[in-house]
């Protein structure tokens, strides 16, 4: 049986970084998975509840929680996962409720179906289905980057940016990863499409946040993906 590693990097999630682990860790999934968390310096008390975590989902060998001593980035978070991953694919699950860890079973039917032909990776839409719940600066931000990746790396892709991305674990160990932050999405999309590692999309739901509600993006994190895509495919 496939066994899946889920990787959540944290950093100032307190309110909601335990009902994702509950949700994550009473999945019924057709795969057998492990949970990866990776605290990122976190400094509003997320660290204080990773370390009183119930010892029976450690005992299990389920959950593994890493800490980072200071906030490195998303991109060096989730490169910390990897190294700590060992299932034989990897998905990211943020912490913060936008992708709702019950899609995950949809990024896997692909694998389940076609079993062992082929090494792809399963995008996660969010505007496939018509149904993400993002706000207009935002959706205008991910259709330039996707535009971008599309026409730069001459594929057609509907979300490039999107956070729930499942990829096999013997490519993406092997691959020298360098962005630390946000631009990591252009980065490992880049550096898979180069090994010619198929895509496949399937339609997923999203509820984004706002910068009021928390949201980290920022202009500056939309041209760093900018300079990313452009980067990774020419001169690295």
């Known amino acids: 049986m496939m066994n899946l590693s889920i990787i959540v990097p944290v950093f100032n999630e307190r309110k909601t970084i335990t009902p994702v ?57 989730v490169k910390t996962g990897i190294k700590e991953a ?18 995950i079973g949809k990024l896997l039917a692909p694998l389940v179906k076609q079993k062992n032909n082929g090494v792809f990776a399963v995008y996660g839409s969010r505007f496939m289905s018509g ?12 259709k330039i980057l996707t535009f971008f990746t599309n026409i730069t790396y001459g594929v057609h892709l509907t979300d490039m940016e999107t956070g729930y991305k499942l990829l096999p674990a013997k490519i993406v160990k092997n691959l020298s990863l360098k962005a ?30 706002d910068r009021l509600a928390g949201k980290k993006l920022t202009v500056i994190d939309a041209f760093e993906a900018i300079k990313a895509i452009f980067y990774y495919r020419f001169f690295d």
Not at 131 to 142: E, S
Not at 182 to 205: A, Q
């Open 21 to 77: 682990l509950h949700k994550l860790l009473h999945l019924k999934l057709p795969v057998t998975t492990e949970i990866v968390v990776v605290d990122d310096g976190s400094t509003d008390g997320t660290a204080g509840i990773l370390k009183k975590w119930p010892g029976k989902d450690k005992e299990k060998k389920k959950l593994k929680i890493v800490f980072h001593r200071k906030n490195s980035g998303k991109g060096e978070a």
């Open 131 to 142: 149904r993400a719940v993002i706000p207009k600066a935002y959706l205008f931000g991910n």
């Open 180 to 209: 630390a932050h946000f631009d990591f999405e252009p980065e490992i999309t880049g550096k898979i499409i180069r090994k010619k590692v198929k895509i496949i999309e399937v339609p997923i739901s999203y509820r984004g946040r």
């Open 86 to 103: 060992s299932g034989d694919y990897i998905l990211v699950q943020d912490a913060d409720f936008e992708y709702n860890p019950s899609e």
